[in-house]
């Protein structure tokens, strides 16, 4: 606590009901490249499928991710509306993981984490939970996961503090 009696911004205290003790936690923060860095990569990624899925779904859906992978069709039958929808979901989280990297030191950045979060959880969960668990598919089942749970991580990275500027 500081002189006023308020926690200062720079530790957080947890202080355990009732022991009159309290820890305090390392600051974790993130730097601005490391910040940029996660953004742009984000960014891509909801290009790569937003573009793709919006534009030409049938494709999207028949070839997702590419490279003679095909993660889509195993999980249903063809929605041209679903997937243009997936598509355009995926540029609206482009469009605020952009304005996070125009102002990467601001705000901006974290709620493009948080946006990413609600999206990315429940479809990292719903694909953890309908896992293809044949010899043939356990290698495309861990790829899918890792993906998603990337996704996941980077987001989380961005609901770090932002380092202060030196």
Same mark, same amino acid.
């Given at each position: 606590?500081?002189?006023?009696? $308020? &926690? ?18 390392? @600051?974790?923060?993130?730097? %601005? ?14 290009? #790569? ?19 003679? @992978? +095909?993660?889509?069709?195993? &999980?249903?039958? #063809?929605?041209?509306? /679903? ?9 609206? /989280? ?20 948080? +946006? ?6 429940? $479809?990292?969960? #719903? $694909? ?6 044949? $010899? ?6 861990? %790829? ?9 991580? /980077? ?12």
């Amino acid at each position: 606590m500081s002189a006023s009696g $308020h &926690d200062s911004p720079s530790s957080a205290a947890v202080r355990g009901a009732g022991s009159g003790r309290s820890a305090t936690w390392p @600051q974790v923060a993130l730097g %601005a490249r490391v910040r940029r860095l996660v953004l742009l990569v984000l960014a891509v990624s909801a290009v #790569y499928v937003g573009v793709w899925a919006l534009l030409a779904p049938a494709s999207f859906f028949r070839s997702f991710p590419g490279g003679g @992978q +095909a993660w889509a069709r195993t &999980d249903g039958p #063809y929605n041209e509306h /679903l997937v243009r929808d997936v598509g355009a979901l995926y540029l609206a /989280l482009l469009a605020v993981t952009c304005a996070g990297l125009l102002r990467p030191e601001t705000d901006r950045a974290r709620v493009a984490g948080v +946006a990413w979060l609600l999206f990315g959880v429940p $479809h990292l969960a #719903y $694909h953890a939970v309908h896992l293809t668990m044949t $010899h043939a598919a356990a290698t495309t089942s861990v %790829a899918q996961l890792t993906a998603l749970a990337g996704t996941v991580v /980077l987001a989380a990275l961005l609901c770090l503090p932002a380092r202060p500027a030196r």
